[in-house]
């Protein structure tokens, strides 16, 4: 017997009637009128080459083929209800699954603590993987599954075949060592272009920012480029170095060294951060959970800054 030959609606029908031997009751448990069970039965007959249910009385009682074969049919209608056609689940609680994030040094200072603290409440053994990667090989990252989830400022995923949500948006500020040079408040257009920058260009990734400055064509005077926002916590005390960054950054920092905000010169370009998926991974419950959680931990309304 080839399986492709068979029509599996026939087991469901040979399911009911070994648990209630009469075609009319087997009928009503599956919505089935009694003609077409019985025209089901004529057909299981022949697939099995047995008369399978006899009349014995009111009831139809199972031959020897069939008490052989109910067990294994049961199971497999059992196993098709519950593994196949129910509704895919995740139980953040159970699950041990990895989760691997697309996002650059600065979103997993801004991200990632408010949601560890939720994941060791509710899914504690859950993992997750942040990852850095040059914009242009994102949206590979996430086409292929490498990756579940992008979170931050991904220019390239606003296109078809990506889902994305907002998170909020923000700016970036200037700042600098609190006690080195003139406290000055804000800077002119020059005096901002001749101070000593250090730029941070995470995996090479071009800042909204730099795009913003290029096209006026304004060049600062770049002194140290750097590869994570994190190194600035060394390098900007003590000396006059200046570093435009997002907002969040300062945020942070200022909780580990002293810095002052200078203003800038022109209107800052506005930053929408955002959680990006592939269309694959739209319906998956493991990751809509996933981005949930960081929807609800990590969205801001207007005007609300980090620490709120």
Known sequence: MDIRNVDLNLLVVFDAMARHCSVGRAGEALGLSQP????ALARLRVVF???LFLRAGTRMKPTPRALELAPAVHRVVEAINAEILQKAAFDPARSDRSFTLLTPDIGEVAFLPGVMRRLRQEAP?????????PRHVAA?????????????????????????QALFKTSYVCIACAQAGP?????????????RHVVVRPDGREHLIDRFLDDKGWRRHVTLELSHFMSLLSLLPGTDLIATVPEDIATVMERHIAIRRIGLPFAVPVIDVQLYWHRRMQNDPANRWLRGLFHEVNRRDANVGMDS
Do not use: I
């Open 36 to 39: 077409a069970t019985s025209a």
């Open 49 to 51: 080459d047995d008369a």
């Open 125 to 133: 053994q859950v993992r997750l993987l942040a990852t850095s990667r």
């Open 140 to 164: 590979e990252a996430l086409e292929s599954g490498e990756a579940d989830l992008a979170v931050g400022f991904f220019p390239d995923l606003r296109k078809a075949g990506f889902f994305q």
């Open 183 to 195: 406290a000055v408040t804000r800077m002119t257009q020059r005096q901002y272009l001749a101070a």
